[in-house]
């Protein structure tokens, strides 16, 4: 009798000693959680309150810094968000690559059981599958500060680690706008148009791409098609019929836009020139002296002007990625 007692007590401690660290495992993930789901339904502040309290006792918990700057960003903060995130993808990756040195090391026998812990691996909480959000969030702010040769190297991690990927190749598509980099803008336009009805969006960067690769009847009939609710696409395809030397066509254009806004910069510029390749330079002058151009009409007419590229994509969701470690 005095045997089994012994035994069913020592069971339920043994019991007892398994559940604390299981339940504190757990609650850990369920506070990391509910912060991922403030920022889900945008409650940010309540995002940061409670990430910042959790930081506070465990200062190498990735995951929480990783919601920060993803916090810091929705709220428009956008200096910390990508100091924030920066120090993340740099820690992670160094003791990944620590991780990686160690143990081949281990293998060979060159490293201690002390350098293992050194490392940091045991310490440190980062959910691989977060890189993805990790690496677009970068991405995105990287776009926002017209570094795009760091955002394109983000938005292909980002589809690597496969996040999203109509919104990661949609960035791609830009940024490798900016980046002149045309034939691998079609690339990722041709997946969207698998992945998605063609949006306005989308049939704008088609216009742009088409006249960049000496494709102009395919931009006229895209930019033609969207000219009425977007305005930059009008634009366009008056800049495309002035380049062509249709300066008749160009000047009706930007007349439109100009009855519906007197004061829209670009069309005054232009209309200008096409006044001035038309002959009448009178009127190209008044044009000019309407936005204060004091520059001689010669200088300020070349024979063709590059069309303008707007993000059509400014703006996005993020994926918070809140139910990888459930």
Known sequence: MKKLLTLLVGMALLAFWIEIPFSSAQQMYLEENRACKYLEQGKIDQAILLLNRKLKRYPRNYDCHLYLGLAYYLKGDFQNSIKTLSKVEFETERLEKAKSTIEAGKSMGSFSQEDAYLSGSSAVVFTKERSGVLKFALGMLYKKNKDYKNASKRFSQALKYKYPEIETREQLLVVHCFLEEYEKAKKEL?????????????????????????????????????????????????????????????????????????????????????????????????????????????????????????????????????????
């Open 190 to 326: 041709e997946e969207l148009l698998k992945s998605e009805k063609e949006s306005d969006e989308l049939c704008f960067m088609k216009g742009y791409l088409a006249h960049y690769l000496k494709d102009d009847a395919q931009a006229i009939e895209s930019f033609s098609r969207i000219s009425e609710t977007m305005i930059w696409a009008k634009q366009n395809l008056a800049i495309i019929y002035y380049n062509q030397g249709n300066y008749d066509k160009a000047l009706e254009i930007w007349q439109e836009i100009l009855a519906e806004n007197p004061k829209d910069v670009d069309s005054l510029k232009n209309s200008g020139r096409a006044y001035f390749h038309l002959g009448q330079k009178e009127k190209a002058q008044e044009q000019f002296d309407k936005i204060g151009l004091k520059i001689k009409l010669e200088k300020y007419s070349p024979k063709t002007i590059p069309l303008i590229l707007v993000d059509p994509f400014p703006e996005v969701g993020f994926d918070f990625q809140c139910k990888v470690a459930s």
